[in-house]
């Protein structure tokens, strides 16, 4: 996944990162060593004031991605296999330096809550909620997919590609990945993506690129990552004009499916579920191993048939009288900030 490298982070944190009377963010990055000295895991991590001045502030350690639902998935940087050990160690580090902190928000941990408690710690995870993601494999053919998805998905696919063949309609599969061509490409999907978000009468999808700071940081991500040769930019083409735009990323053998966009005027010919079907097509042309419908719950994706991974997030709170204090204050600051999601322009 993109979210917990180098270059989504560095960037991030340039232009997320809060410093108002209000909340300020403070740099608290730790890494974790073997008995060794070897580098294990990074924890890219910043410490919270909510309100930003006054003694009796909150206290929050929480990972870098705090943002209105850009940054998909947080936590500790490790190997699958080290990921256990390694949040148990950063949580008896913190338990031993309870006077630091008042809660620790968790987010991206791979087992339930019970498995990462630690006898005599008297520091407990406490369950917040669970973050789905959704994998396809793609092994054997397109066809071969095809046949797997539910009966629902394949009727979506065979009346999407029949209404534009009755119309008399010519598509064709655009794929940006030269640095050079990402400014124009990446403009196109912003205004798709506007486009869809401000259409009536549809499911409410939220214009996520209408701040300034986050077209900011895309700028300066998106150029990064196709110099590093991860980006790809799908737009479906009809006369010459896209009519739908999805971002994605090419981590290895992976495909990460990231925001999309369309002209509503197109909606009835379902051209985000042909631009969905060309892509995985492109994938298994380019010998794709893996595509990542992304995080959350869809009826869109689960009509794929696609693999269930499941993240999971958890608060734990400071062993200390003051934290527990404080907790209640950590509620409003968590309804504050979902209310502040919900309504971002």
Not at 286 to 309: A, F, M, Y
Request: glycine content about 6%; proline content about 5%.
């Amino acid at each position: 996944m993109p979210f917990t490298s180098a270059a989504w982070i560095v960037p991030w944190w340039k232009h997320f990162r809060r410093n108002t009377a209000l909340v300020r963010d403070e740099l608290f990055f730790h890494i974790v060593r073997d008995g060794n000295g070897e580098l294990v895991a990074l924890v890219p991590l910043m410490r919270t004031f909510a309100p930003a001045i006054g003694p009796r502030a909150l206290r929050i350690l929480q990972f870098f991605g705090t943002d209105a639902a850009l940054t998909e998935v947080r936590g500790v940087i490790c190997r699958p296999e080290d990921h256990v050990p390694v949040v148990k160690a950063v949580a008896a580090h913190f338990v031993a330096a309870c006077g630091d902190w008042d809660v620790f928000r968790w987010a991206g941990l791979h087992r339930t809550v019970d498995e990462y408690d630690q006898p005599g710690l008297n520091c407990k995870f406490l369950m917040r909620g669970e973050l789905p993601d959704y994998l396809i494999k793609l092994d054997g053919s397109w066809d071969d997919l095809r046949q797997r998805v539910s009966a629902n998905m394949r009727k979506n696919l065979r009346k999407a590609y029949d209404s534009l063949e009755r119309g008399g309609i010519n598509f064709a599969l655009r794929v940006t990945e030269r640095h050079e061509d990402v400014a124009a490409a990446f403009a196109r999907f912003v205004e798709l993506h506007t486009a869809r978000a401000q259409a009536p009468d549809m499911i409410l999808h939220p214009n996520k690129f209408g701040p300034s700071n986050v077209r900011a940081f895309f700028g300066a991500y998106l150029h990064a990552a196709a110099e590093r040769g991860e980006l790809r930019i799908f737009e479906l083409e009809i006369g010459g004009v896209a009519v739908a735009s999805r971002l994605t990323f090419l981590i290895e053998s992976d495909l990460y499916m990231y925001f999309a966009g369309y002209d509503p005027a197109w909606k009835t010919h379902s051209v985000m579920t042909v631009l969905m079907a060309e892509i995985i097509k492109w994938a298994y042309a380019h010998g794709i191993e893996q595509v990542n419908l992304s995080t959350g719950h869809d009826q869109s994706k689960v009509r794929w048939k696609p693999c269930e991974i499941l993240f999971r997030e958890a608060v734990q709170v400071s062993p200390t009288r003051r934290a527990w204090a404080a907790f209640q204050l950590f509620r409003a600051y968590e309804g504050w900030g979902r209310l502040r999601i919900r309504w971002k322009p």
